[in-house]
């Protein structure tokens, strides 16, 4: 049943903006206000007043752009996948590296970003992936449509690794840049219930040798 409560987010209805057209920028400020909320406290723990204050923007500044919770929720989920297979291209095109280094420089960084402190809107797949997933079909939808880009890119750069001989693998690089995901993953939600470093320590160990790359 959705709730008409708009300082929650859950009203599901479009509400005509009563100000001037707005900037693009404007709602990509709504949209980082809210990613920054969200990595913190997920998304149903946010509500509209804090995202509005946070972004500094009228009532009507949201719903111009978004007319309810879920199409927020894509959108957000959208744009960070957007900038984060940015970063997968960027890492995994590096020059003077081989496929193999490419690689573990990208879980590297993904050791180094989705800290179990503060991640700062860095891990947000990792955040809200089971809530959302379980709030609705569009979100769990964008959220499949993300994942699934990363692990394609995942795959083409085993692929790589393999034709030039940097790394090898014993199944399909589909099937392990699969596993190597859900190992990270799973690593990354292990990290925030031990407070601790430890599963991505044996996330890269395990990663080490399912590329077959010396450590």
């Known amino acids: 049943m959705i709730v ?15 100000t001037a057209p707005l900037s693009n920028a404007t709602r990509d400020n709504i949209l980082a206000s809210g ?4 990595a913190g406290k997920g998304f149903s723990g946010v509500g509209l007043n804090e995202i509005l204050a946070t972004a500094g ?10 007319g309810s919770k879920d199409a927020f929720g894509e959108a957000l989920l959208d744009a960070y996948f957007e900038d984060y297979l940015a970063d997968i291209d ?13 690689l573990m420089n990208y879980f590297a960084n993904w050791q180094e970003s ?31 449509r993300g994942t699934a880009a990363i692990v394609s890119r995942l795959a ?49 160990v395990t990663t080490h040798q399912i590329l077959h790359v010396p450590a």
């Open 57 to 66: 923007v009228p009532k009507g500044s949201f719903y111009h752009y978004f």
């Open 4 to 18: 008409d409560d708009r300082s929650n987010l859950s009203y599901s209805g479009a509400m005509p903006s009563a």
């Open 90 to 102: 960027k890492t995994l095109a590096k020059p003077g590296l081989n496929m193999a280094r490419r």
């Open 35 to 38: 990613k920054r909320l969200m």
């Open 114 to 144: 989705q800290s179990f402190l503060d991640c700062q809107g860095k891990c947000l797949a990792v955040k809200l992936g089971a809530e959302v997933a379980d709030l609705s079909e569009t979100l769990r939808s964008a959220m499949n």
């Open 156 to 204: 083409a750069a085993i692929e790589a690794g393999v034709a030039e001989k940097s790394l090898s693998v014993d199944d399909t690089p589909e099937r392990v840049a699969q596993s190597l995901y859900q190992l990270w993953l799973g690593a990354s939600v292990m990290a925030k219930i031990v407070r601790g470093p430890q599963p991505f320590d044996i996330a890269m």
